[in-house]
């Protein structure tokens, strides 16, 4: 089979320009996203208050929300490598809609259930194909392009914290109904980037059927030390989602219980790492472009781990800082991970970008529930310093094939 057959797609786009206004709109498009999503783990110092819920309980919520958008997105992605599904994106966004509006509404621990429901469905429908829109625009900027559009994600998450201080904790669960403005908003621009989406692949198509590379089916032949490094990156991406759950869910409990913070005090810590982590999600993709993929996968990693296991043991003031810094060391390596995944399996974007980010929610999933008995029989000390324990997997990221290596497909 000729090589060119498997990468025609990856060639005539790092040939065209990195179209940048498509980028920054996709930013802010994931940044609605996700700020949406935020919402939830957001409530749930004030769903835990108002329905007398449990951990465990509040580990469910996050699990029905990230478990439908792990499970979802790699189907979607596969479907869209096959046929691109343009208008998916701004149809996607109108379950989000729905979802918002159930959670601002529900009565019961059940149709909040069901509402985070619809919203992991949005999200399952948006990423794959949010990712396959900055692939495209990205041109030979890889990193960053992917590093754009994953900032605009973690931005969103980042919110969280300053949600709950702003909105959830004067109006309550009702406050969320304030983000039907912000997914009728992205509705607007996803159906612009629609439009932008269905025209590259008009003209990619065209250039395809010139080239004469049109039709050419794929190489099936997968070798071991390809499954080898998917299952590794896959791996690492389990060990650094589980410490964010951990963290993302939790700390703010912690803080409030071990320096007698307030809900908007506590929620700035939270804040402190999610600002840093999306700082550090930007800044990583340009490093990974100059210095190497795997080697920002490594340090980003295992790098955090001196830092996370101290983070449970030390004064507030310091705390405060370790989570600054171990949000932008961990996180830097969130857009890279994906752009390392795409380049193993040439030709699957949307099926990688499934994996990589749904399996981080899937992930987070997993370990909110996991991490929630573990609070409940336990403690939260005990919680947080099993957490801070993961980011030393890192190591085994120095079993990745270097950077020319994979694109190779390994």
């Not at 996203?33 to 465990?56: C, E, H, R, W, Y």
């Not at 601002?104 to 509402?115: E, H, I, K, Q």
């Not at 990974?288 to 980003?300: Q, T, Y």
Request: one cysteine or more.
């Amino acid at each position: 089979m000729n090589q060119s057959a498997s990468t025609s797609l990856a060639q005539t786009v790092s040939q065209s320009k990195t179209t940048y206004n498509i980028l920054v709109i996709m930013g802010l498009c994931h940044l609605l996203n996700d700020s949406i999503q935020s919402v939830i783990p957001a409530m749930f110092p004030v769903l835990g208050k108002s329905m007398d819920l449990s951990f465990t309980q509040l580990g469910f919520i996050a699990f029905s929300l990230n478990i439908v958008s792990s499970i979802m997105q790699p189907f979607i992605g596969a479907i869209a490598d096959k046929k691109p599904l343009p208008y998916a994106l701004p149809i996607g966004m109108f379950s989000t809609l729905g979802g918002v509006l159930g959670l601002a509404f529900a009565p019961n621990y059940s149709m909040v259930l069901l509402s985070v429901l619809f919203i992991g469905l949005g999200s399952a429908i948006f990423h794959p194909e949010g990712s396959r829109v900055a692939y495209l625009a990205a041109g030979p900027r890889r990193g960053l392009a992917q590093s754009i559009y994953q900032v605009g994600g973690n931005s969103g998450q980042a919110l969280a914290p300053l949600i709950t201080a702003l909105i959830l904790v004067p109006y309550g669960q009702i406050g969320a109904a304030w983000f039907t403005i912000v997914a009728a908003a992205a509705v607007g621009l996803l159906s612009y980037i629609a439009i932008w989406y269905s025209r590259k692949l008009k003209a990619i198509n065209f250039i395809e059927k010139s080239a004469g590379t049109a039709g050419r089916q794929e190489s099936t032949s997968v070798s071991r030390k390809l499954i080898f490094s998917v299952v590794l990156i896959l791996f690492l991406i389990f060990a650094r989602s589980w410490y964010v759950a951990g963290i993302t869910n939790f700390y703010t409990f912690f803080a409030i219980e071990k320096y007698s913070l307030t809900i908007q005090q506590a929620q700035m810590y939270l804040f402190a790492f999610l600002i840093a982590g999306a700082l550090g999600t930007f800044f990583g993709g340009p490093m990974a472009d100059r210095l190497g993929k795997r080697n920002v996968i490594i340090a980003s990693i295992l790098g955090s781990a001196p830092l996370s296991i101290l983070i449970p043991y030390v004064p507030s003031s310091i705390a405060f800082i370790l989570l600054l810094v171990t949000g932008f060391i961990l996180m830097s390596s969130f857009s890279v991970t994906v752009v390392y995944a795409q380049e193993l399996v040439p030709g699957k974007i949307g099926t990688m970008a499934g994996l990589t980010v749904g399996l981080a929610f899937g992930m987070g999933a997993i370990g909110s529930i996991a991490l929630g008995v573990i609070a409940d029989h336990f403690g939260l000390l005990t919680t947080l310093t099993i957490t801070g324990f993961l980011p030393l997997l890192g190591g085994l990221a120095f079993l990745l094939p270097a950077d020319k290596k994979a694109a190779s497909n390994a």
